[in-house]
């Protein structure tokens, strides 16, 4: 950052209590997207936030000063401090008060910060609550917006049907990550790791996923999973010989006769081959993604994908000829140059493809990102997210034939919005959904994957992760496979 350029727009946090630091942190880069913090005066703040909690644990105190407009507000918030589940709400609800005066800014999801805002309705309605108890109780403890709230509810509702039959308590699914990708993105901050320096060494990888497998399918005692899912990364990265090799290991290892959805990530055009395909095919996945993520060529040569406008249609094309009926494609809003007529275009082109589901990304900018770790080489790229640019692709969706199935926010998500899956009826990703609505345990294998265990009854989530860089998961595959022994290996 070049000094006095941005460094009188800033936001400050002074707190005495670090317990909701990180939900302040969070409603405030909602407001302020993009804005960088400091958590002491200096000279040039614009926004400053001061909480105190009181001596007496009754209240806490709340400050907010800003330069433009000038103005200081001070409210005291009476909170219950031994329940943290309302104190924090209480807190969220008198800065998102108080923001909103400030700024004359109202947030499409209120002052909901979380990235499962569908969780909310879903755990009212199973409890029994009526919708319309769900939409006021959204609207009056988040703010969430009618328009918001409608979606969350015929989200929930459709989430419901999918997971009816599902057993939470004996079944799960098994996610297997493959970390290569053919080049990484300019918003992308994955676990990913260029395939062109492991060629010729990813049998090492594979060594070490393979051991991780053959302990998961030991531990589930020859149980199949319900859903499994390959992601990266992009799993097509790897040699059709790599692929097979992958597949056949995974059908031998598992029982599949009651696997209902085996989804393989194709993800980038340029690593898709027809051989590949084949082998996907051969061995019985069901539903693949081929991402363009946006069909105006300018921007795919901008933010570092190495395919064409021209590689998506033909790919797409070739998966269909080959027997595939179920495609997803990801789509990004908000990308670098991109306005709406853009946005029109890319929808325009996708409804031609006549995809079987796709999910729509506001662009969220991680720390970890090029965009982010280069922002001078990047300072003047325009980046727009609107939400004329959302209710478009929605829009597009429905008129496809695709229903919104499931929803989940980011942080620095552009505009503060939101990624919605959308999906022809009896296309949905089961994954998907348990992935977000975390109510079956989700085995992780690979470099960087992460495990979910559901502990049934108790409404408690325990988690083990691998290690992200590929070298060290191959060197110390057996540590990763203690750490899943650790959070399976005792009943607690």
């Keep these: 950052m070049e000094p006095g350029v941005r460094d009188k727009r800033m936001i400050g946090i002074i707190l005495n209590d670090n317990g909701y630091e990180q939900d302040i942190r969070e409603l405030l880069m909602a407001f302020f997207p993009g804005e960088p913090f400091v958590h002491q005066r200096q000279e040039g703040l614009e926004v400053c936030v001061e909480g105190t909690v009181q001596e007496d644990r ?6 907010v000063c800003s330069r433009e407009p000038a103005c200081c507000i001070r409210r005291r918030i009476p909170v219950d401090y031994d ?6 709400n209480r807190i969220k609800q008198e800065l998102y008060r108080i923001l909103s005066e400030i700024t004359g800014r109202q947030l499409p999801w209120g002052s909901l910060t979380g990235i499962r805002p569908v969780k909310i309705a879903m755990t009212r309605l199973e409890e029994g609550c009526p919708e319309e108890a769900v939409r006021l109780y959204m609207k009056d403890t988040y703010f ?18 999918l997971l009816a039959d599902l057993d939470y308590e004996k079944g799960y699914s098994l996610y297997v990550g493959i970390p290569f990708c053919p080049t990484t993105c300019l918003y992308c901050s994955f676990t990913s790791f260029p395939i062109g320096k492991w060629k010729g060494k990813t ?8 051991k991780e497998l053959d302990y998961v399918a030991g531990k589930r005692g020859g149980q199949g999973p319900d859903t499994v899912y390959i992601g990266g990364g992009t799993p ?3 040699e059709p010989e790599d692929l097979r090799r992958l597949l056949g290991k995974l059908r031998s290892a598992f029982d599949f006769s009651g696997v209902r959805e085996f989804t393989v990530e194709a993800g980038r055009p340029d690593s898709i081959t027809a051989d590949k395909l084949r082998v996907l095919r051969d061995f019985g996945v069901t539903r693949i993604s081929i991402n363009p993520q946006t069909m105006k060529q300018e921007t795919l040569e901008l933010i570092g994908r190495r395919h064409s406008v021209e590689d998506v249609r033909r790919q797409f094309h070739l998966a269909r000829e080959l027997g595939f009926d179920n495609i997803n494609m990801d789509l990004i809003i908000g990308l670098p140059e991109e306005g709406l007529s853009d946005v029109q275009a890319t929808m325009e082109a996708i409804a031609a493809l006549g ?3 796709i999910t729509v990304h506001s662009l969220a900018i991680k720390r970890a990102a090029r965009l982010n770790t280069m922002k001078e080489v990047y300072k003047d790229l325009k980046i727009t997210g609107t939400q004329e640019m959302i209710d478009l692709t929605a829009d597009y969706a429905r008129r496809m034939g695709l229903e919104p199935y499931y ?12 990624n919605v899956g959308y999906a022809a009826p009896g296309k949905a990703c089961i994954y998907n959904v348990l992935i977000m609505e975390e109510k079956q345990t989700i085995i992780g294998c690979g470099a960087g994957t992460t495990t979910k265990r559901v502990i049934p009854g108790e409404n408690r989530i325990e988690r083990c992760e691998n290690v992200k860089e590929v070298a060290q998961y191959i060197e110390r595959i057996d540590e990763m496979i203690g750490r899943k022994e650790t959070l399976f290996g005792c009943n607690r």
């Design 203 to 210: 049998g090492l990888y594979l060594d070490a996923l393979e």
């Design 58 to 63: 009754l209240g806490f105190s709340l400050e």
């Design 407 to 418: 929803l989940y926010r980011q942080k620095n998500m552009a505009g503060n919005f939101e």
């Design 236 to 238: 097509t990265s790897l």
């Design 144 to 161: 969430a917006s009618h328009g918001k709230i409608d979606l969350s509810i015929e989200i929930a509702r459709r989430e419901r049907q």
């Design 355 to 357: 995809p079987d589901s």
């Design 83 to 88: 329940c943290r589940p309302e104190a924090k």
